[in-house]
């Protein structure tokens, strides 16, 4: 295990699904990831950080162990690997639903039958916990991938992730009960924070990955509006503070900008026309740094 006294932070970047859109957050934080002839040790453009490639699994258990200090994993594997680390930050990346899924010829009067029940799962400590508190007479046993083909012959239900629940309703099972909901996040090694430099580069690290990810949230909403309808339109805009104003040519009114809500924009473009305003210019955003 490398012990190193200096204040570079070890960081783990994940291998598999969550790569992608791991990569394309640091990217969009300004964060280049440049593969090198050492294939699973990336260089990255952020002072202070060096990098190895692993899977999430293994990655945790290097994060408990303190090999690696910091990385990112879903929620799902912390706890099922019943790990004491800390997450700094919740992506909301690669988002899925722990569930447990049966055939629905199984059910009875849309409950599990009360009998002993054969589980399959890669979650074993999740699935455990969920028979325990269910009160289930079941036995268990760990699957290694495609855990939706074992039923109805070689299982009774499953737990498994899921993002859409297309995969099992493909293999003709219906979800019974819902364990936990997951995604990316970022996690930190307990004794990592309480070093003062190597917490100055982690936190210059969630600075500039929340920047991108409330940006993502919210886009620059730009409209010109008559001095009359000032205050009318300014009322419906939810703006991070207030929003800015400038002065159009010749006193014809102004022009007033703010961050406003994706997701509320169905709502607010017809009511800023509305209300008087004209010439709306929506425009994506990359940062916020509030």
């Not at 640091?26 to 490639?53: H, N, Q």
């Not at 039958?113 to 999740?126: G, M, N």
Request: hydrophobic share 40%; aromatic share 4%.
């Amino acid at each position: 295990m490398t012990n190193k006294q200096d204040s570079t932070v070890r960081l783990a970047l994940p291998k598999g699904s969550m790569q992608k859109s791991v990569f394309e957050l640091l990217a969009e934080a300004g964060i280049r990831v440049r593969a090198t002839s050492r294939g699973y040790r990336p260089s990255v453009s952020l002072p202070g950080f060096e990098t190895k490639v692993l899977r999430p699994q293994n990655m945790l258990e290097m994060l408990g162990l303190g090999s690696r200090e910091l990385g990112f994993a879903g929620a799902d594997w912390v706890a099922e690997l019943n790990l004491d680390l800390v997450e700094l930050l919740d992506t909301g990346l690669d988002p899925v639903r722990i569930v447990a899924a049966a055939p629905t010829e199984l059910l009875e009067n849309g409950r599990l039958p009360q009998r002993r029940l054969v589980i399959a799962s890669e979650y074993e400590t999740l699935t455990r916990q969920w028979i325990e508190r269910q009160g289930i007479d079941a036995t268990f046993f760990r699957s290694y991938g495609a855990t939706e083909v074992f039923p109805p012959e070689d299982a009774d239900l499953i737990v498994d992730n899921t993002a859409t629940g297309s995969t099992l309703r493909a293999n003709n099972l219906i979800i019974v009960d819902e364990l936990m909901t997951s995604s990316t996040r970022l996690y930190a090694n307990r004794k990592l924070l309480g070093d003062p430099a190597k917490k100055e580069h982690v936190d210059r690290l969630c600075l500039l990955l929340r920047s991108v990810l409330d940006a993502r949230q919210r886009v620059m909403v730009e409209v010109n509006v008559p001095q009359a309808s000032l205050e009318s339109v300014i009322e419906i805009l939810p703006c991070m503070r207030e929003p800015t104003m400038s002065p159009l040519h010749r006193g014809a009114g102004y022009a007033v900008k703010a961050a406003v809500p994706r997701k509320q924009l169905p709502e607010i473009i017809p009511e800023i026309k509305k209300r008087g305003g004209s010439d709306i210019i929506v425009t994506s955003l990359t940062q916020i740094v509030p």
